[in-house]
């Protein structure tokens, strides 16, 4: 795992959670989408905000895409929920919400989780001889 | 009866949204380090590999499937208990997939970090 690499995990992580902030908060700007009304869920994407987290989560699916092309799948998804203690800090912060003490707790156990896995392996080499399509695909980038 | 539906709604979202990780997993490792490839073929050529990968295609329609059957279990059950169940059982069941269909070595150590990650979110939802 290089430097970048970590870059490119702390990106995820940190574009789903401003992303979706931006989502929620641009969702209560417009209001109620009614069921009659459907059309009116591809009109949301006028209002910036929603234009903005929109954008986020393109740049987030591109960080996660990056990162499962070089990393495990067990090893990108624990390692980049970071991203719901990010969130719940913004919550905390920027949106001053309410932060119970189950909800710190819950960051405590996510925080632990991330730093169980990312002490481990990041990439499970693939066996010599199993005939699996990745194994062509993958010789090239092995490394610690 | 209305707690049953969410929780079909639960279910459905669970397994797509398994099935679209697995699948977008397995795509991208065909692809190949898309870091390494920028450098040697640019970001264009990169993308339409990307764009051309069967494994790929179906991650994102399994993706969006779970996205659609996520707002139809809102409309069904609480926020408060759609949201958080499906993620928390989606970092379980994505071990075991990732385990069987990607052969991943799930080692003591990211069973321990997803059943943290897991408790944590239902947690974060409390």
């Known amino acids: 795992m290089t430097f970048r690499k970590y870059l490119v995990l702390a990106g995820v992580a940190f574009f789903a959670a401003t992303g979706d902030g931006f989502i929620a908060h641009g969702m209560k700007q417009v209001g109620n989408v009614s069921l009659h009304h459907l059309a009116d869920i591809f009109l949301v994407v006028l209002n910036p905000v929603i234009a903005l987290g929109v954008l986020f989560l393109l740049v987030f699916f591109a960080c996660y895409m990056t990162a499962l092309s070089w990393a495990d799948l067990t090893y990108v998804l624990p390692a980049t929920s970071v991203s719901y203690v990010v969130l719940t800090l913004i919550a905390k912060f920027a949106l001053h919400e309410n932060v119970s003490l189950t909800r710190w707790l819950g960051i405590l156990m996510i925080s632990a989780g991330v730093g169980f896995v990312t002490q481990g392996p990041a990439f499970t080499p693939p066996k010599e001889k199993s005939g699996d399509l990745v194994a062509a695909s993958v010789s090239a980038r092995m490394e610690p | ?126």
């Not at chain 2, 790929?56 to 926020?79: C, I, P, R």
């Not at chain 2, 059982?89 to 052969?103: G, Q, W």
């Open chain 2, 1 to 126: 009866m209305k707690s049953l539906y969410a929780w079909s709604a639960i279910v459905v979202i669970v397994l797509t949204s398994t099935a679209g990780d697995v699948l977008l997993s397995r795509g991208m490792k065909q692809v190949g380090d898309v870091g390494e490839l920028t450098r040697r073929i640019g970001v264009l050529a990169v993308l339409a590999r990307v764009l051309k990968n069967p494994n790929f295609l179906l991650g994102v329609l399994a993706m969006a499937t779970a996205f659609y059957s996520l707002l139809f279990g809102l409309s069904w059950g609480d926020l408060s208990l759609v949201v958080p169940a499906s993620t928390s059982l989606t970092f379980i069941t994505n071990a075991v997939a990732a385990r069987i269909f990607l052969h991943e070595r799930v080692d003591q150590r990211r069973w321990i970090a997803a059943l943290l990650v897991a408790g944590g979110v239902v947690l974060l939802a409390a």
